[in-house]
């Protein structure tokens, strides 16, 4: 079993910089596809990038596509999110989830997940 702490959120102005931070507990934290998703007020919850469990494979939604980076450091236990160029839109809480099996862009198919920090943006 995974735990999964996000760390980094704020307030920030339109074109400024954040870097979202997930920690995981256990000692399988390398053999896990990772994701970042994101969930605005009124919204359903939504992919925002995906990383293998290597880090050798990448995956990006359209809308954060050159502007935010996913990595990780798995002598770390961490994920991250680097972003940039950061909008109004980009207003949401963001959620870490972890999967054992496949990289993935679908939420339903992830099997932990953490509780989730928010990012404002304002403009």
């Known amino acids: 079993q995974v735990q999964l702490v996000e760390s980094g959120g704020g307030l920030v102005q339109a074109g400024g910089s954040l870097r979202l931070s997930c920690a995981a507990s256990?000692?399988?934290?390398?053999?896990?596809?990772m994701g970042w998703f994101r969930q605005a007020p009124g919204k359903e919850r939504e992919f925002v990038a995906a990383?293998?469990?290597?880090?050798?494979?990448?995956y990006y939604a359209d809308s954060v596509k050159g502007r935010l980076t996913i990595s990780r450091d798995n002598a770390k236990n961490t994920m991250y999110l680097q972003m940039n160029s950061l909008k109004p839109e980009d207003t949401a809480v963001y959620y870490c989830?972890?999967?054992?099996?496949?990289?993935?862009?679908?939420?339903?198919?992830?099997?932990?997940w953490g509780q989730g920090t928010q990012v404002t943006v304002s403009s």
């Open positions: 989830a972890a999967d054992p099996l496949l990289d993935t862009i679908v939420a339903d198919e992830y099997d932990y």
């Open positions: 256990g000692r399988t934290f390398s053999s896990y596809a």
């Open positions: 990383i293998s469990w290597s880090g050798g494979s990448t």
